[in-house]
């Protein structure tokens, strides 16, 4: 069994936001591989339900972001979970939009989300750092994570979130190249490849005894019509001298 953890704020007021481009990976996986309706549970909303072969509970804490291991924490205690079971969605301003990472284990790097689930249940767990960028400047973080996304990110987040719910079976099995290349064909497809080149011509086959030939071409008939008169082109003097010869 995996558990796979989104991360935002809960409220309307906060589902465009960019902090909660987790909860919006989960609310995808689940709509598109047919998961359970949400329940209250563990501080949060859980939804279960398969993906490949494996059983996966989705959960989103809805505890605000600063306290998401509460929620983790309890859900891993409850169904006798390792943090290695656990893979946390959440947005990250050290990578580009449209730019995804995998990592196992390490640091929280100042998201305030990984700090409390680190606290809750060590850092030994997976997570999918899906970029959104940085404003420039530390003092402006705050302010940009709590925006809704702009009209213009509306493509390449829907690729990635597509990418993330095609990938999502790979993602639970632990093949995770496979997961992070269903996202890089969505957010990065290949060029139609241009010029293409015609079918090589086939030599010409060597004949066989037996081999039907071809026909001869056939002469073309003399024309059963009389020759015009070549033209006369002597003078009339010469015409008229030329009758008493």
């Known amino acids: 069994m995996k558990l796979f953890v989104g991360l935002g704020n809960p409220g309307a007021e906060h589902a465009m936001n960019r902090h909660n481009i987790g909860f919006m990976a989960l609310d995808r996986i689940a709509a598109d591989h047919g998961f359970a309706p949400w329940r209250a549970r563990f501080q949060?909303?859980?939804?279960?339900?398969?993906?490949?072969?494996?059983?996966?509970?989705?959960?989103?804490?809805?505890?605000?972001?600063?306290?998401?291991?509460?929620?983790?924490?309890?859900?891993?205690?409850?169904?006798?979970?390792?943090?290695p079971d656990v893979t946390v969605f959440h947005d990250e301003l050290d990578l580009a939009p449209a730019r995804l990472r995998l990592k196992h284990g390490g640091g929280h790097a100042g998201h305030n989300g990984l700090r409390s689930i680190d606290a809750h249940i060590g850092p030994h767990y997976?997570?999918?750092?899906?970029?959104?960028?940085?404003?420039?400047?530390?003092?402006?973080?705050?302010?940009?994570?709590?925006?809704?996304?702009?009209?213009?990110?509306?493509?390449?987040?829907?690729?990635?979130?597509?990418?993330?719910?095609?990938?999502?079976?790979?993602?639970?099995?632990?093949?995770?190249?496979?997961?992070?290349n269903a996202v890089a064909l969505r957010l990065f497809p290949p060029r139609p490849s241009t010029g293409e080149k015609g079918p090589a011509k086939k030599p010409a086959a060597a004949e066989k005894p037996g081999d039907a030939k071809p026909e001869a071409p056939k002469p073309i008939p003399a024309d059963p019509r009389p020759a015009a008169p070549a033209e006369d082109t002597r003078s009339p003097l010469q015409r008229l001298a030329d009758k008493f010869r």
């Open 44 to 83: 949060g909303l859980l939804s279960e339900g398969r993906l490949g072969s494996e059983k996966v509970l989705l959960l989103k804490p809805q505890t605000y972001m600063n306290l998401s291991g509460q929620s983790v924490g309890e859900a891993l205690r409850f169904f006798k979970l390792d943090a």
């Open 126 to 180: 997976t997570r999918v750092r899906m970029g959104i960028g940085h404003p420039g400047h530390k003092d402006r973080v705050a302010g940009y994570v709590l925006q809704n996304f702009a009209k213009a990110d509306a493509d390449w987040l829907e690729d990635l979130l597509t990418g993330l719910s095609e990938g999502a079976a790979d993602l639970a099995e632990g093949a995770d190249a496979k997961f992070q």
